[in-house]
């Protein structure tokens, strides 16, 4: 049995979420548990290092996956994946950035990208299911696939569900993963083994957590706007805040304090910079309530 170790580094560069990869955007940074290795932790750090260069403060193992699909060809064992999600900043110069909508456009519910993409996979899905024999089996998956990717006006999104949603269309065989040809695959860049599923597994952790949890402070700046805050919770959980709203509940659950200085490089209106309180930089576990979302 080989454990591999597999790094979901997350950044926001602007208003786009990214993530960090080797091999083309082809792999997440990841290598086997060696015998100089005093953790997984540092395992896992070492390996984010030598691959990009970049060092990683924080991280949080993701989830552990051992699939029978995960044999290794040479000795017929089975590998365990061990997957850490880590929030960082990206910087200027660094290779290996990409956008997380590149391997998941229809997680991207403000873009028309992410609208054409999920039209096109009902038109799939449809097909899929009809081409299915017996009608009890029919029902049962058009209503997960209705449940799943919010078709009609009957069901909302839930941006949550990005693995449950990758994991449909690998049933339906529609991504390249899948041994779908790529004149028949749903859009979005593959990724090889199963790195997809496990960057997937690791956008559904986040956009849960920056709901309670103010952990997206660990993806900004010292000081921000809070439009600026704004548009990254939309650019991670992929659907529009309802600005007024946000930042009501911002302000009452005393999450951000001013700086008493002003923004003037706004397109616009000079506006007010904030930063996270002190207690939230400290506590880095402090309880919010629920962001509330404006369903697409």
Request: glycine content about 8%.
């Amino acid at each position: 049995m080989m454990i591999e170790l597999i790094a979901v580094l997350t950044a926001v560069r602007g208003d786009v979420p990214q993530v960090m990869t080797i091999d083309h955007g082809r792999q997440l940074p990841s290598g086997p548990l060696e015998s100089t290795h005093r953790s997984l932790q540092a395992g896992v750090r070492a390996w984010v290092e030598r691959q990009t260069g970049h060092p990683i403060g924080h991280v949080e193992q993701l989830y552990t996956f051992a699939d029978h699909d995960r044999i290794l060809a040479t000795t017929q064992g089975r590998m365990i994946a061990i997957s850490y999600l880590a929030l960082t900043r990206s910087h200027a110069g660094e290779t290996g950035w990409r956008d997380w909508y590149d391997y998941f456009p229809w997680e991207n519910c403000k873009g028309d990208e992410g609208r054409t993409s999920l039209a096109l996979i009902e038109r799939l899905l449809c097909h899929w299911v009809a081409g299915m024999g017996h009608p009890a089996e029919r029902v049962r998956q058009w209503q997960r696939c209705v449940s799943l990717f919010a078709i009609g006006d009957m069901v909302a999104w839930n941006d949550e569900l990005v693995l449950q949603r990758y994991e449909l269309l690998y049933e339906a065989g529609l991504v390249a993963e899948a041994g779908c040809p790529p004149d028949r695959a749903v859009p979005g860049q593959s990724m090889h083994h199963d790195h997809r599923r496990i960057l997937a597994t690791a956008m559904a952790r986040l956009r849960a957590r920056i709901r309670y949890r103010p952990v997206v402070f660990e993806l900004m700046p010292e000081s921000f706007t809070l439009l600026h805050l704004q548009r990254v919770m939309e650019s991670l959980s992929g659907v529009h805040v309802h600005k007024q709203n946000f930042r009501r509940l911002i302000m009452q659950q005393q999450l951000v304090e001013e700086t008493g200085e002003i923004e003037e490089n706004t397109g616009g209106r000079p506006a007010r910079l904030f930063r996270f309180c002190g207690e939230v930089r400290q506590a880095r576990q402090f309880v919010g309530t629920k962001i509330p979302l404006v369903q697409p």
